[in-house]
């Protein structure tokens, strides 16, 4: 068991080469990922979830109570920053519908997952960070579709109702039951979570496969403008996201966590959203499968200059 740990930790230590080479696969070797059907993305993403629950603790949301004031402006700043930039990209670079929709659904998610390893790594404060994702987590049934439908409500038809089960059933509940076994099944849980960092990783890069490998041609035609929108997106998110905790008086080690949390994006529920409620505008999935492999490289890069800032 203890070589299967070893190999968990060493694949989440690798988890930009991983994605890289996966995308790299799907993209112009498509029949690599393209024979799973993209039904499988939504139970894919509910197994990262329920390994998010799985470590979570009572005392996890003791910060929620003990700073408010920290966690109520990183929470502004993730669901007005990010959503506003992609709506601001959207328009300034011409996006045309399909890809204007997928990137206002990055921008509308909830923090990303792995935001709290990239916060370990760049010396930050992993208490307001994993607080700040679980609280943008619950918060996400509401406020995704609420945001995705003032962005792109003009444009597409936006089933609030339905995104909001959908987030519910994808997100909440898997992270509940995570905590559940985590709190009434501590034995169970504690050999798992050696685990979650291996197959999390496997998990969301073969979300990325099916995506790339489904829309391989379109992405190849539309890559650059595709690309530039968002490496701007994740980029303006962690430099804002910084920003508004200098604005308010944090430290840099909570500046830190709420920089990571604002550029990072939980990606793989956009393209888990895309799929399953705007399957006319198949395009829309693709700047989350981007998002999702690039902010794993930014976000290494960013780990390091923040920590070198901290130094």
């Excluded at 070589?3 to 799907?26: D, E, G, M």
């Excluded at 197994?47 to 929470?75: A, C, H, N």
């Excluded at 609420?146 to 409500?153: N, S």
Aim: charged content about 10%; glycine content about 8%.
């Amino acid at each position: 068991m203890q070589r299967l740990y070893k190999i968990s930790s060493f694949i989440a230590a690798n988890i930009t080469i991983v994605v890289v080479l996966v995308t790299t696969l799907a993209l112009f070797l498509p029949c690599s990922f393209d024979w799973i059907s993209t039904s499988n993305i939504t139970p894919m993403l509910g197994i990262v979830m329920f390994g998010m629950g799985l470590t979570l603790k009572p005392e996890d949301f003791k910060p929620v109570l003990m700073r408010p004031k920290d966690i109520l402006f990183g929470e502004l700043a993730q669901f007005i920053v990010m959503p506003f930039l992609a709506w601001l990209l959207c328009k300034v670079l011409q996006l045309p519908t399909e890809l204007a929709l997928g990137v206002i659904l990055v921008g509308c998610c909830p923090g990303g997952t792995a935001s709290n390893v990239i916060c370990y790594l760049a010396k930050g404060d992993i208490a307001l960070s994993v607080a700040m994702t679980g609280v943008s987590t619950l918060l996400a049934p509401i406020a995704t579709p609420v945001l995705v439908y003032l962005l792109a409500g003009k444009e597409v038809e936006v089933d609030m109702a339905s995104m909001f089960l959908s987030i519910v059933q994808v997100v909440i509940l898997p992270i509940v039951l995570g905590f559940i076994v985590n709190t009434y099944l501590s034995e169970i849980s504690r050999k798992l979570t050696p685990l979650l960092p291996m197959v999390s990783t496997l998990a969301i890069a073969s979300i990325i496969g099916i995506i790339v490998s489904h829309n391989s041609a379109n992405i190849l035609s539309c890559s650059l403008i595709v690309g530039v929108a968002v490496v701007l997106h994740n980029i303006l998110g962690l430099v804002l996201g910084y920003f508004v905790g200098k604005l308010i008086g944090l430290p840099h080690d909570k500046r830190t966590a709420i920089s990571i949390e604002v550029g990072m994006q939980n990606s793989g529920l956009a393209t888990s959203l895309a799929a399953n409620h705007f399957a006319m505008f198949p395009l829309a999935a693709v700047p989350g499968a981007i998002f999702s492999t690039w902010h794993n490289f930014s976000g290494s890069i960013a780990a390091s200059i923040f920590r070198r800032m901290k130094e």
